[in-house]
């Protein structure tokens, strides 16, 4: 039995914080949780040495509960704390933009891949953070700007819950999990915290991640965009050079309408497009085998022919990638050997042989 992020979040709901008096979880003292197959590894990080003493009891039964969960083989906690209490760095994300003079390279940055849909629902998310896992697979120097500041999901999916550090309140220093460095604005606000802008604070707040973020070397950038053809996509465009879009689809045609107005959207900012996904493809039932095409099938691809575009793949609507994800480990991570994660690193071989990654 696979060990669960929900249900080791489950075990720790069940200890109390002796200072707020709630349970771990809600008093935000769960940091950098991660699951590999029977290993879970997570901080505990409270605001100042003087609770240090008083928390190890609790870091112990912490470890202690969690062993005893089934399938568990290994528990890692390690206490941190601060010498006087800090709150996060005031880095004033969404700030309005700021002119330059035209698409510039990101510092650090060889590539730029932007992952887009011209709808929500269609799995964009999931596929950015296994199309990064899988980069990373392959050898390369991977981010992730998850730019979808109305939906952050990317900390979920990578099982990144700590926050970004900042030595100088200007710049930003991102978190990493399996091999992919990550920026969210998910990152600086709580998990259940609505971020409420309109289109000027986006826009800054894109920029700033691009610019403020001190991404190091890296040989592909991945930038998750929220659905739709708005300030987001418009601000990638004229802020970054951005080497290509891939844009993601299911195969029935609400989805595929949408995608054509992606897919227009990208010509009129002349960023060239890589290719297309088909996510959703086909769902072949775990007890009988019988494979069925929820969503219809090959219509991402018929649409890649008719525009001249490469098509990349097609992804299954499959359990284990859902679980995959929500458990903070995408499924190139967590089952690198299933066919599910091998069709994203096919995806990535490829762009990688085209020399687009």
Known sequence: ????????????????????????????????????????????EVAEQSQAVAMEPVRVAAVEALEKMEGVEK????????????????????????KTAGPAKVPGVDRILAV????GGVGKSTVSANLAVALAAEGRRVGLLDADVYGPSQP?????SGRPASPDGKTILPLRNHGVTLMSIGLMTKEDEAVVWRGPMLMGALQQMLGQVQWGQLDVLLVDLPPGTGDVQMTLAQKAEVTGAIVVSTPQDVALLDARKALNMFEKMNVPVLGMI???????????????????????????EKQGLPFLGEIPLHLDIRL????????????????????YRRIARHLIEDGKA
């Open 324 to 343: 995959a994800s929500d458990g903070g480990a995408p499924i190139v991570a967590s089952k690198p050997d299933s066919p599910e994660a091998q069709t």
């Open 116 to 119: 887009a849909s011209g709808k």
């Open 278 to 304: 088909e996510n959703m493809s086909t769902h072949i039932c775990s007890n009988c085998g019988h494979e069925e095409h929820i969503f219809g099938h090959g219509g991402a691809r018929a649409e890649a």
């Open 156 to 160: 979920r999916m990578l099982g990144i």
């Open 75 to 98: 528990v890692t906690a390690l206490l941190t704390a601060h010498a006087t209490p800090k709150p996060p760095p005031d880095l004033k994300i969404g700030q309005h933009p700021t």
């Open 1 to 44: 039995m696979s060990v669960t992020r929900e249900a080791v979040l489950a075990q720790l709901r069940r200890l109390e914080d002796p200072f707020s008096k709630k349970d771990l979880v809600s008093a935000d003292l769960v940091r950098a949780l991660t699951i590999e197959g029977g290993a879970i590894r997570f901080v505990m």
